[in-house]
């Protein structure tokens, strides 16, 4: 082994690990950060055009529409995550108060304010502009237009506004009949033209916008169940598949006639329908990039643009909103399969139980939720099967149902590197069809033929993740597929869409619905380990490791990892992908591929770097704990941790590294050591994200701690290493919500301080 050309890449790479690690995301996906950029402007524009008065009514526009600019402001401002009770938002609903309802858009828009919002004493005003909004409708099978008592017809435009304030005011909680959202969803497919387009009035003919309108008003309607004619049949699927294939051949993303009312338009198709593509267009990605092209970045507005752009506060408002909106992180991917449209019996599973597991869970933090077709984007090679894997791992949960056996054809072969690099899989059978059940079993012994589906017992942590649902062990009973100490796919036999469909959170139409839910909830919990997932666009990493070299090249690192009885191997990937950042991060010269050996093996010797990883109690015979010995006292050392922090190793790790070295101790090592130096690592290791014991169990969340390594030293050199926090699941992103053990990015920064100290002479 060439010690000197390690001494030198030691020194002269290692400050590149710490940055590499920090920097990954911005660097492979620039957009995502130019987004943030774009918003903080945009949102310092608003802050600066209010008037000291407490309102942005600066334009034009206000005298026809007064109050429309300062509720557009505010909702942009709301949804870029401005608080309520920050004193702007606070002077801006004061004086939105004070506006009286006249104007169809401005009602709309004020009640998605207040909705927004969330205070108490808005819930009145709430409904007040719901009954002004049906007041103001042209009759039962017509639309909007701009205020009560107009004797001019509907228009889209009008009639979208006051269906997103009836929207809002339903979500938050305000009274409107069935009866309402069947008549709207009627009018909609009324008027919708013989290509599928909509007009601004029924006589024009289709544009973009007026389309975009209608679509979403079918699907706003269509959450009522009441149009749910059967498993899988809803009364709009017609005329939503019309617009969508309109849209897909008309869509513009520069739409010049109202660019900022188009995309905001966008951004709900694409919301509410779940499309990641809307036609061919990756909606969000092609939006972002012209919105931050336009956006003026001395003042942080969008400037004028075309006839209907004529307002910075209202452009301003609206790229926020789908700047802001779009960018909400993607909680759970909907599969797409065959055969048909089996994939989506129920249209809005999904979307309810996101919605739920954002208030519940997550604090009301906002989630989204999509759709991914496997077979839409080109694979052809492995580089464009891990780019697909990395958008994929946006969400940090895949979902797919049916009736019948789920097909996926080559595309197996992602969902298999989208488990490997730390996704879940989340299935059911719908309606508890047996012929998706055969289907599923057969494609999982696909992808795991050595690792069969087990029923998960009610000690599994799950059933305890978010609430104690233990005894709901036999009332839905789940199986699961386990990778190192975290079940990484989860299938119901029995129903659960159907029950999360019905939107019944409270449980007050069926007890069952309520246990799906909260069941759903502990399923999210456990699988996220109650992270939040990234915002959209995020690139995130996969392990690229395309090594075929079967011979050690000379001078290269390889790694040894202890055999032992103890169940030795819980996470073996975790020192490949450890190697695989080291070669693409710090560029070091290294094996990917890790040798299983005993400590008593007469080639110990040839390995400098080794590790030990294991849940279970060991035990080494007096020959071996020499040969291990004699290796360290030569220049190795050895980085060991206890999976998932279980006790028993933790305890045959202790005494094992007594008779180790038997004059020396397990010690602390400290904080300003040369291990987690910035010399060693380019950037200090001060912290680390780890759960600890919080009252005798796991915290639920990470935790920003000190380091905490120990360590046994021989000629003032540490040769042992020993974390009995969890590192190898974490390496391979498979860590379990009750594992105690560091987070991705911490287990790689102690992994690679740990190599790169060993390479250090």
């Known amino acids: 082994m060439r010690q000197a050309s390690w001494r030198v890449q030691g020194l002269l790479m290692a400050a590149l690990a710490v940055l590499s690690l920090s920097t990954t995301a911005n660097a492979d996906e620039p957009l995502v950060e130019q987004v943030k950029q774009a918003i903080d402007r945009g949102v310092q524009y608003l802050r600066d055009q209010e008037d000291n008065r407490g309102h942005w009514e600066l334009d034009a526009i206000s005298a026809r529409h007064p109050g429309g600019e300062t509720a557009l402001a505010l909702l942009a401002l709301l949804n870029c995550g401005v608080k309520p009770d920050e004193p702007i938002i606070q002077r801006g609903l ?364 009610k000690e599994h942590p799950l059933w305890t993740a978010h609430a104690d649902l233990s005894q709901l062990a036999g009332r839905f009973p789940l199986e699961g597929i386990q990778q190192g100490c975290r079940t990484v796919v989860v299938y119901s036999p029995k129903d659960l869409s159907c029950l999360w469909e019905t939107n019944d959170t409270a449980g007050t139409r069926s007890p069952d619905a309520l246990v799906a839910f909260r069941l759903g909830l502990n399923i999210i919990a456990y699988a996220t380990g109650m992270e939040l997932p990234k915002p959209r666009l995020t690139k995130m990493d996969v392990v690229r490791d395309t090594e075929t070299e079967k011979k050690v090249p000379r001078g290269y690192l390889q790694v040894a990892q202890l055999r032992h009885e103890g169940d030795w191997q819980p996470a073996p990937r975790a020192m490949r992908n450890l190697m695989v950042y080291l070669r693409d991060g710090p560029r070091l010269d290294v094996v990917l591929r890790t040798e299983a050996i005993r400590p008593g093996h007469p080639d110990l010797a040839n390995f400098k770097f080794l590790y030990m990883h294991g849940r279970k109690s060991f035990a080494f015979d007096d020959n071996e704990i020499k040969n291990l010995r004699a290796d360290l006292m030569t220049g190795g050392l050895l980085l060991a941790d206890a999976c998932c922090g279980q006790k028993a190793f933790d305890i045959s790790f202790r005494a094992f590294a007594k008779k180790l070295f038997p004059d020396k101790n397990l010690q602390r090592i400290p904080l300003d050591d040369r291990l987690f130096s910035q010399e060693l690592n380019g950037t200090a290791i001060k912290t680390v994200r780890c759960r600890v014991l919080e009252n005798g169990r796991p915290s639920k969340e990470f935790k920003t701690v000190p380091p905490f390594l120990e360590g046994i030293k021989y000629k003032n050199r540490w040769v042992v290493i020993y974390s009995k926090y969890d590192l190898g699941c974490a390496l391979e992103k498979h860590q379990s919500s009750d594992c105690l053990g560091h987070d991705y990015q911490s287990a790689l920064r102690l992994g690679a301080a740990a190599v790169l100290y060993a390479m250090i002479r």
């Open 94 to 457: 004061k004086y939105l108060r004070g506006v009286e309802p006249r104007s169809t858009y401005v009602v709309g828009l004020q009640t998605m304010v207040y909705a927004a919002a969330g205070l108490e004493v808005d819930r009145e005003r709430i409904q007040k502009n719901v009954d002004w909004l049906l007041a103001a409708r042209l009759g039962d099978d017509s639309g909007w237009t701009y205020g009560k008592g107009r004797a001019i017809g509907y228009d889209s435009s009008n009639t979208q506004y006051a269906l997103l304030g009836l929207h809002a005011a339903h979500e938050a909680g305000a009274k409107i009949d069935n009866q309402v959202w069947d008549s709207i969803r009627k009018f909609y497919i009324d008027k919708q033209r013989m290509n599928g387009a909509w007009g601004y009035r029924f006589t024009d003919p289709g544009t973009l916008p007026m389309t975009i309108a209608g679509l979403c008003g079918l699907y706003i309607t269509g959450l009522d169940l009441s149009s749910r004619q059967g498993c899988g049949q809803y009364a709009e699927t017609a005329a939503l598949d019309q617009a969508h294939r309109w849209i897909a051949e008309h869509f513009q993303i520069d739409y010049r006639a109202a660019r900022y009312y188009n995309l905001y338009g966008i951004e709900r198709a694409g919301r509410l329908s779940g499309r990641r593509f809307l036609g061919e267009h990756d909606w969000y990605r092609e939006g972002c990039e012209q919105l931050v092209r336009w956006q003026n970045k001395e003042t942080g507005a969008w400037d004028s643009r075309g006839i209907h752009d004529q307002w910075r506060i209202v452009n301003t408002s609206f790229a926020l909103l789908f700047l802001a909106k779009g960018r909400t992180p993607v909680l759970i991917s909907k599969l797409v399969h065959g055969p048909g449209n089996d994939w989506n019996n129920d249209r809005y599973d999904v979307r309810n139980l996101v919605n739920y597991a954002s208030k519940e869970l997550f604090k009301h933090q906002p989630l989204a939720w999509q759709i991914f077709d496997p077979n839409r984007p080109t694979i052809d090679n492995r580089q464009q099967l891990l780019d697909v894997t990395s958008d994929l791992l946006q969400s940090p949960i895949v979902y797919f149902n049916g009736h019948e056996a789920p097909r996926f054809g080559d595309r197996v072969e992602l969902l298999k590197a989208y488990i490997d690099n730390g996704g879940f899989i989340l299935a059911e059978a719908c309606c508890d069809r047996p012929e998706f059940d055969q289907g599923f079993r057969a494609l999982m012994k696909q992808m795991f033929p050595d690792n069969p589906l087990k029923p998960l017992p």
